[in-house]
């Protein structure tokens, strides 16, 4: 089993940023990939972004060139630094790890709302 707890997550104004953190423990060697997914009010849950093991970044097309992933293997910790933040990103950020056999874990969420 793996655990992940958030932090980081508050009110902001637009153009402002936030760094939002998850902390891994538990099975940590079982983890490949680790992530960030959000869910705003009434829409589905979307990838923002993922890194690999190895390094390899995805980042949706909505956030390249505002937000980074980086990851800190000896920390088990993800990061994602958020920057010229938008109103629409305002939502609950969720922090994910993929196991290698592919089993998914969730946090349990970090609120972040983007003032206009």
């Known amino acids: 089993q793996v655990q992940l707890v958030e932090s980081g997550g508050g009110l902001v104004q637009a153009g402002g940023s936030l760094r939002l953190s998850c902390a891994a423990s538990?099975?940590?060697?079982?983890?490949?990939?680790m992530g960030w997914y959000r869910q705003a009010p009434g829409k589905q849950r979307e990838l923002v972004a993922s890194?690999?093991?190895?390094?390899?970044?995805n980042l949706a097309d909505s956030v390249k060139g505002r937000f980074t992933i980086s990851r800190d293997n000896a920390k088990n910790t993800v990061y994602l630094q958020m920057n010229s933040l938008k109103a629409e990103d305002t939502a609950v950020y969720y922090c994910?790890?993929?196991?290698?056999?592919?089993?998914?874990?969730w946090g349990e969420g970090t609120l972040v709302t983007v003032s206009s």
């Open positions: 994910n790890a993929v196991s290698w056999a592919r089993t998914d874990y």
């Open positions: 538990g099975s940590i060697f079982s983890i490949n990939a």
């Open positions: 890194i690999l093991r190895s390094g390899t970044t």
